[in-house]
């Protein structure tokens, strides 16, 4: 058996393993959740989705707290979208654009497919290690590692050709999405034109695509034009309360994740909604509490009823120790936006916060109606097992806690919980069904684990 050196064998996987990672979401990426934003996803994607023959109730947009401007689909009908993506652009169109490109990779099987041009890839891979092997064996050392590699050169090609196309593909089906919705196509090109100018800034100079994973920005633009300018809606302006709420979502993330920069970027010259915004939550963030709520009050001036300013307020005041002030507001936010969970468990954690029992029923209430509507909120759970705990109910505080563990991956300590919850709670009951589901899924994911590092 003719063995590779070791160096040779890890240059090889690592060539392979770079093309492959443009696939594989980075598992260090948080996920932000907001009500408004994840509303305006919604709202805004509905028409797309449907026009890319998807079931809305099915596709979710989740925004990751990254500063790269980027978005992209890792199976199933998830489209992510980065933080750096939304404070890049300049309108809800460009936007509409991105959410569109994404849905013709979900709409067309692309991740799943990549198996397909990852197999023709690995097959050059494979026969060039086997052509190369005989050179070497043969006595021709330097021929055989030119065959090498050249074959992972032609298997890279290969598989970035692969990307290629679906890159392209999706971007006619988005097209075709924008069209169907009646979304002009302008902010598709907006976005691209602004990722042309990074790649100009980046000295990406290349004429054509050949060792890219996408097509450059110059080929895309050149080929959405063309389909674009025929449409009907190309002259159709965005929904102008679309565009009001995208402006108010930037601010406000802008605020949060860069919000050194935010007075400089909203200075206290603008008193628009959106500036008001995100110089709320930078005060906030940069422990500035009176300013925060002096902002925040401004915008409650202009509509007092906005759930999302009442929620902004109820948040400042609690998160500045403030917690039976904040109820009152949080009160009137749930009240106005029913269906907002995300809202109910802030009051619900502002209750507790005061740690006055008098106020643990109510907050039972609001906290088991939101994990009712959005099982997938770990802190949620997190407050409902504290309600649980201080009732005394040891089996229901487990059950709350495995819920928490297994949304956040922890399948050990998903396990131990679920039973603890398991030994307390009557059989057949929904809770302890539940409880059984957990730890099922806890116990597979251990094996599975264990099985990997066993291979390795």
């Known amino acids: 058996m003719i063995r590779f050196p070791n160096r040779l064998m890890r240059m090889v996987m690592l060539t392979l393993a770079l093309a492959f990672a443009a696939y594989q979401p980075a598992s260090a990426q948080s996920v932000l959740r907001d009500s408004e934003t994840e509303l305006m996803f919604r709202d805004m994607s509905r028409p797309l989705i449907q026009a890319a023959g998807l079931d809305p109730a099915n596709v979710k947009i989740v925004l990751i707290n990254d500063g790269e401007i980027n978005a992209f689909v890792a199976g199933g009908q998830i489209v992510y979208i980065h933080s750096g993506l939304i404070t890049a652009a300049d309108n809800a169109g460009q936007l509409e654009g991105v959410i569109a490109h994404e849905l013709g990779h979900v709409a067309g099987g692309h991740v799943i497919r990549f198996n397909d041009g990852a197999k023709a890839a690995t097959g050059i891979t494979i026969l060039s290690l ?50 169907k919705a009646g979304y002009s196509g302008k902010g598709s090109l907006e976005f691209f034109k602004k990722l042309q100018n990074q790649e100009y800034r980046l000295a990406i100079y290349s004429k054509n695509s050949y060792d890219r994973t996408h097509p450059l920005s110059s080929e895309r633009i050149e080929a959405l034009t063309q389909v674009y300018q025929k449409d009907p809606a190309w002259n159709r302006p965005t929904d102008p309360a679309i565009e009001a709420r995208f402006q108010r979502v930037k601010a406000k993330l802008i605020g949060y994740v860069n919000s050194k920069n935010a007075v400089t970027l909203y200075p206290e010259s603008d008193q628009s909604i959106p500036a008001h915004y995100a110089r709320a939550y930078a005060y906030h963030l940069g422990a500035y509490p009176e300013k925060a709520l002096s902002e925040a009050d401004a915008l409650l001036a202009k509509q007092p009823d906005d759930p999302f300013f009442l929620e902004l307020k109820g948040q400042i005041l609690l998160e500045s120790g403030r917690p039976r002030d904040a109820i009152p507001v949080l009160r009137h936010s749930v009240k106005v936006a029913p269906d907002q969970p995300m809202i109910s468990v802030m009051l619900g954690h502002a209750l507790i916060a005061t740690e006055d029992d008098k106020n643990f029923a109510e ?73 059984q589901d957990i730890a099922m899924v806890s116990e597979a994911e251990l094996k599975k684990d264990k099985k990997g590092k066993k291979s390795q």
């Open 363 to 435: 907050a039972k209430q609001v906290l088991k109606a939101a994990v009712n509507r959005d099982n997938d909120n770990p802190f949620a759970w997190m407050q409902l097992g504290v309600v649980y705990d201080r009732e005394g109910d040891v089996p229901r505080a487990a059950l709350a806690t495995a819920e928490r563990n297994n949304l956040e991956g922890k399948p050990k300590l998903a396990l131990t919980s679920a039973k603890m919850a398991m030994a307390g709670i009557p059989k057949g009951t929904p809770d302890f069904l539940r409880a």
């Open 130 to 179: 086997v052509l190369g092997a005989a050179a070497i064996a043969a006595g021709a050392p330097d021929a055989g590692l030119g065959i090498i590699m050249a074959g992972q050169r032609a298997a890279i090609g290969s598989l970035y050709s692969f990307t290629r196309s679906q890159e392209s593909s999706a971007d006619l089906a988005g097209a075709s999405y924008l069209s």
